[in-house]
């Protein structure tokens, strides 16, 4: 076993805090059973108390021991077979078991089974179930790479468990399941195309909420947010979408044929023209954007221009991030 595993376990048998790869971002994990060690979590991320958690599991077999499935229980099977471990988390009645501040005091629970081998192996070892949000401040960009998480709360945290670049980038998809259609409450890469066939059944098309008391932080009008001011422009343009002061970087979607023609339309050098893939694949920048960003935003630059992506498959998802990245800058 490897020994930042090891330490990660035994941290969190002693109600601690540590941070853990997923396949989406990092996450900042604790004793979900333990409402001690949970409220450590909401410390360290200094997080509101009204924000619920996702259960983390170690596999299907842990599902009726947190969840009560008498209602959704043909619907969920349909969407555990077909996506787990893997980026999706459900919204189901909780059992009795989970502490309230995991759920906020919520009667529903969201349960995932993250697709990391890591993170498993750490469950597998424990027996209980992790909470864990995103591992970073609340509000900033979710960390994709343990060093973001040690940049950004590496003093309150004793193990960050190194697992490389997470493979997909963005948070888990939200689906909740408790209503009589099930609703997207924050998009991801299993997409409402993908539920919908698995499910057999067309589910609402995601509608962004972009409300001051939403259900899913997720769903805040402004997260992710970096401290440099970011301005997206359209997918295509490639001219700055405003004027701009101080040193400027410019962030596409795809490698440009010309890069010294782009560094010349957004006034700035070529060394501060980035992009996000080579070729536009939709998962590159998914999986490239939260990591760009906390790099520039350590950059030392007055502005990030940024290229909204597609907004197709992963595509609504990334967009989603970047809007709501952006949303503080817009007033
Ligand atoms: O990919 C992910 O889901 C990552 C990794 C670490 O697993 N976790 C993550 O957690 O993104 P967090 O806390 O940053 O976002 C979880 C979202 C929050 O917006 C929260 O409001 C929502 O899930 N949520 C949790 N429990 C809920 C519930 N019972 N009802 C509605 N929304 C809930
Ligand atoms: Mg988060």
Redesign the pocket.
């Known amino acids: 076993m490897r020994n930042d595993v090891f330490a990660a376990v035994r941290e969190l048998e002693r109600g601690g805090v540590v941070a853990l790869p997923?396949e989406?971002?990092?996450?900042l994990a604790a004793n979900a059973l333990d409402e001690v060690a949970v409220g450590k979590i909401f410390e360290v991320k200094r997080r509101p108390l009204l924000?619920?958690?996702?259960l983390?599991i170690f596999d299907d077999s842990w599902v009726e021991r947190y969840a009560d499935t008498a209602d959704c229980a043909a619907r969920l099977w349909k969407i555990i077979n077909s996506f787990w471990p893997g980026?999706i988390?459900a919204?189901v009645k909780k059992k009795a078991i989970i502490p309230a501040i995991v759920?906020?005091g919520?009667g529903?629970?969201?349960i995932?089974c993250?697709n990391h081998e890591l993170f498993r192996e750490v469950l597998r070892i424990c027996d209980f179930p992790l909470a864990?949000?995103?591992?970073n401040p609340f509000g900033y960009v979710?960390p994709t790479t343990a060093e973001q998480v040690k940049q950004t709360l590496g003093d309150g945290i004793k193990v960050i468990v190194d697992g490389g670049p997470c493979s997909v980038g963005l948070?888990?998809t939200?689906l909740?399941m408790t209503q009589s259609v099930p609703k997207i409450?924050?998009p991801?890469a299993i997409t409402a195309d993908a539920i919908s066939s698995a499910l057999g059944e067309k589910i609402a098309d995601y509608e962004p909420i972009v409300a001051n008391n939403p259900?899913?932080?997720?769903?805040l009008k402004r997260h992710y947010c970096t401290h440099t001011k970011l301005v997206l422009f359209p997918h295509g343009n490639r001219k700055p979408a405003t004027k701009a002061s101080g040193k400027i970087a410019a962030v596409l979607n795809g490698k440009p044929v010309s890069p010294g023609e782009i560094a010349e339309n957004f006034h700035t050098a070529l060394e501060n023209i980035f992009w996000l893939s080579e070729d536009g694949d939709a998962h590159a920048i998914a999986r490239n954007l939260f990591a760009m960003l906390q790099r520039l935003d350590g950059g030392g630059y007055g502005i990030i221009f940024c290229e909204r992506p597609l907004r197709m498959g992963i595509g609504i998802a990334t967009d989603d991030r970047l809007l709501r990245a952006a949303a503080k800058f817009n007033d």
């Open positions: 997923t989406t971002v990092y996450g924000n619920p958690l996702i983390h980026p988390t919204i759920t906020a919520s529903s629970v969201a995932r993250p864990a949000p995103s591992a979710s948070e888990s939200i909740d409450l924050r991801g259900t899913a932080s997720g769903q």
